[in-house]
């Protein structure tokens, strides 16, 4: 490569800094209570959970592993939501009330009329949400691949 074709940039460390102005994303963490509400399907039962605390501006998803993939899939669904709430100037707890209207959905599921509740912690709910799981007794290959 010639000397003339390369950026002078390449040299330089690049250091990562967040933008000035406010984020299009709640706080995905806190160690406050939380309300939250439940959300299913028809074909899987309950998905997760949208989680809120307004105290710490967070907001967030569990998925429940006994579901899978579906769940995980239907978090960015939720996690969009939770999203278009923030830029609209909500609290989380406007937003978990305004997605709790959702009483219908398709494959990412609906907010479980009647579900809202609190727990002490994220981590809490994240227990929670992981109940009806356990782990596989032996580690599995992955599809398509022989031992």
């Known amino acids: 490569m010639s000397e003339d074709m390369r950026s002078h940039l390449l040299g330089q460390d690049m250091q990562m800094r967040l933008a000035d ?44 592993r006994a579901v899978g993939a579906i769940a995980m899939n239907s978090s960015r669904y939720w996690y969009g939501k939770l999203r278009e709430a923030k830029t609209r100037g ?25 579900s809202r509740a609190v727990v002490a912690s994220v981590a809490e709910l994240r227990e929670l ?10 580690p599995r290959n992955p599809r398509g691949r022989r031992p």
């Open 129 to 138: 949400a992981q109940e009806g799981w356990t782990a596989p007794d032996e």
């Open 21 to 64: 102005g406010d984020s299009t994303d709640y706080a995905f963490r806190t160690e406050q209570a939380v309300e939250y509400v439940a959300v299913a399907n028809e074909e899987n039962g309950i998905l997760g959970y949208l989680w809120a605390c307004d105290v710490d501006s967070a907001a967030g998803w569990e998925s429940r």
């Open 90 to 114: 909500l609290v989380p707890s406007e937003a978990l009330s305004e997605l709790s209207a959702d009483t219908e959905g398709g494959w990412s599921g609906h907010v479980v009329p009647g």
